[in-house]
Every structure is written in C-alpha cells, then in structure tokens.
C-alpha cells in the first residue's frame, strides 16, 4: 500500500524559507520520479517541480531559483526546500510520483504572510 506523508509546513514571512519532506512507503521509492504540487484555494491544483531517480530536477518557472527539491534514497524521502517565499506561494503542498500521481496523502500548509 502506498503511503506519502508531507510535513514541515508553517507560517512565515515574505521572505522566509520552509523546508518541507515527504516520507514515501509501498513503492520501489530509488526509481521512481516524485514531485511536488501545490494547491490553493480557489484554484487547480499544480505541479512546482519534480526530481528523477538520477537526480535530474525540473522546476516550475515561478519557483526557479527559490525552490531546491532534493531527494534521499536510504531515507525514501523527498524534500523541498523553499526560500525568499512570496505570499503567492501560500498553498497547501502535496507531494507524489510521477508522471501519474496516484493517491495523495494530506499534504503539508504553507502560509506566506506578506
């Protein structure tokens, strides 16, 4: 059964960092491509950027240069590490395998105050 946990959500300022995790169990976690989405209120949910099992990492264009997912096979954890976070950033963030997402977990609240 697959199981994704997101954790490290918070409040902080404009300006602040946030360094979210996402615990993965049930799947064949060293190969299999993850990323993370994001979604606020009011709008669809939406992919911020992603991570192959080599490395490789692709980046929403609004979130380049600010956000760095990282990865870490012992752990099967997948992270997302936030800085200089705009208020347009504020979203609840979700993390999970791709190409196709399949069940996703409750996420992790990011609030971006201004």
């Known amino acids: 059964q697959v199981q994704l946990v997101e954790s490290g959500g918070g409040l902080v300022q404009a300006g602040g960092s946030l360094r979210l995790s996402c615990a993965a169990s049930?799947?064949?976690?060293?190969?299999?491509?993850m990323g993370w989405y994001r979604h606020a209120p009011g709008q669809q949910r939406e992919w911020v950027a992603d991570?192959?099992?080599?490395?490789?990492?692709y980046y929403k264009d609004s979130v380049k240069g600010r956000f760095t997912i990282s990865r870490d096979n012992a752990k099967n954890t997948v992270y997302l590490q936030m800085n200089s976070l705009k208020p347009e950033d504020t979203a609840s963030y979700y993390c999970n395998v791709m190409p196709i997402p399949i069940s996703w977990g409750q996420g992790t609240q990011v609030t971006v105050s201004s």
């Open positions: 049930g799947i064949m976690f060293r190969i299999v491509r």
């Open positions: 991570i192959t099992g080599d490395g490789t990492t």
